[in-house]
């Protein structure tokens, strides 16, 4: 019996997109147990770096780069992809709601499709008129997702999820973690999950 | 026939350890032929995010990770591993003698040797008795490389190659080119081989 998966992720994040889009599939595949843990990287990068702003808003040539590379990985990986038109969005309404999802059998479709409405359709997923649709085509009551969503009590519930994932050590997104064990980066998936299911994977 | 891979690497970094203790193998079973590109990784942060230091240095949290991630994967892929006691260890003679070494039949064994002096055996890379040992056992006459490699042509020459990478795009290192098409990270190596061997790999 494996250890479970947790996949730390903030819709604004465009290699969480990645994992996102493939992580069910590969859990399954393994046998192994996935946790979404929806998480705000603004707060994370303004404790540890002092920035108001996505790091590759600083830093054009990495940018450039990520843009390219995630563009490729798409093509290759059969992703859909557009470039957002904005850049990160403001994620934290679809997180609040992503944990309520989480707590309901379609909170996995859900997720999937506010990271396709970000990444691959160019729409605002800040506006609750798109997370009221998103909702619907999940197969929730979109009224009483948000209703729960913005509730004290959720809004507390992801404050400390990105106070545990700061205290675990995370600094980016997508991070997974096997118990204690980190890994960081869409690129280690395979290597969490193998972890995961009991075995260190060989190259 | 396929194109050329570049790899760009700085003997202070520690993912370009990774990188170089892998490709060789990689590329001669991709049927892809290699080339070396030493620069210096310094200028490249000073120059785009005013850096004086390696910017693990300036972010703990992150670095932890690294330094957990490198043992990791050395472990994983049975690559001989001892944290350095200094990090970045000064690379600018090291980089400055592999370009000659490169011109050379040894250059690649010298590489192999700076990297594990730095990385499996905690050795002081900028001195230059280090140097001279390594290049001995490489199969050079150390003088006469050492003479030629602190001359003006090839303190220059090392200087161009650190401006070419700023050209092209290169923020880190490792990072890999195949043509105009750049791949960052020792993560990337698979994929930029498949490249460069004429088509791109599906996962």
């Keep these: 019996m494996g250890a479970a998966l947790e996949l730390w992720f903030d819709f604004a994040s465009t ?3 990645l ?3 493939r992580v069910e599939h590969a859990a399954a595949a393994a046998g192994v147990t996935l946790i979404w843990r929806p998480f ?3 707060p994370l990068f303004k404790a540890q770096q002092g920035l108001d702003d996505s790091p590759f808003n600083r830093h054009p040539v990495r940018a450039a780069y990520m843009w390219r590379d ?3 990985e798409c093509a290759r990986l059969s992703i ?3 470039r957002p038109s904005s850049f990160p969005r403001n994620s934290v309404l679809a997180a609040r709601v992503a944990q309520v999802a989480l707590d ?3 909170g996995p479709a859900f997720v999937r499709r506010v990271f396709r409405a970000n990444f691959a359709e160019d729409r605002d997923i800040a506006a609750r008129d798109t997370i009221v649709e998103l ?3 999940a197969g929730a009551d979109p009224d009483a997702a948000l209703a729960r969503a913005v ?3 959720h809004k507390d519930r992801l404050r400390r999820a990105t106070e545990e994932a700061t205290r675990r050590g995370v600094f980016g997104a997508p991070s997974f973690f096997v118990g204690d064990e980190l890994f960081f980066g869409n690129e280690r998936l395979d290597l969490a999950l193998a972890r995961a299911a009991g075995g260190m994977m060989r190259a």
Tied chains: 1, 2.
Excluded: D, F, N
């Design 15 to 17: 290699y969480s997109y």
């Design 19 to 21: 994992a996102a889009e």
């Design 40 to 42: 705000l990287l603004g």
């Design 70 to 72: 995630v563009a490729r």
């Design 80 to 82: 859909p992809w557009t």
């Design 104 to 106: 309901e059998p379609w």
């Design 135 to 137: 909702l619907a085509a």
């Design 151 to 153: 509730a004290p009590e």
